[in-house]
């Protein structure tokens, strides 16, 4: 039996949807900070994708901008993510060049952008190298 492998997608022609990864964690954007934080410390990852109302994806918390809420006091018990500062729109798309994505997530200063469907629902994770 003959295996014929295919090269790999070049990085200048790969899209996003080549190179993301599933989406993870999500939490409404309702959710109160300190519960955020604990759903983040006990997933050992470093970020969760915040949904709005509508099920559309609202933006990226990351562990650095949880950071200062790690005290915990009256505040996080009843602020909800949304009104903290996270990273929001515009997003990544699957059909968009991975050159192009990579080049804006430089620009913004993102390890991670979420990618989202037509409708704006996460579909997945784009990491930078």
């Given at each position: 039996?003959t295996?014929?492998?295919?090269p790999?997608?070049p990085?200048?022609?790969a ?19 300190d ?13 969760l ?12 918390l ?16 009843r ?12 997003f ?6 991975a050159?192009?994505a ?8 993102l ?5 989202v ?8 994770l784009?990491?930078?190298?």
């Amino acid at each position: 039996m003959t295996v014929t492998l295919q090269p790999a997608t070049p990085y200048l022609t790969a899209t996003v949807g080549d190179l993301m990864d599933p989406p993870g964690l999500q939490v409404d954007d309702d959710v109160m900070v300190d519960t955020a934080l604990d759903i983040l410390q006990g997933s050992g990852t470093d970020h969760l994708l915040v949904r709005g109302d509508d099920g559309r994806c609202a933006g990226l918390l990351t562990a650095l901008q949880l950071a200062p809420f790690r005290a915990r006091s009256w505040y996080t018990e009843r602020t909800p993510v949304r009104d903290i500062v996270f990273d929001r729109a515009p997003f990544a798309a699957a059909g968009m060049p991975a050159a192009t994505a990579f080049a804006a997530m430089q620009q913004r200063e993102l390890d991670s952008w979420p990618v989202v469907d037509h409708d704006g629902h996460v579909v997945g994770l784009l990491r930078r190298p």
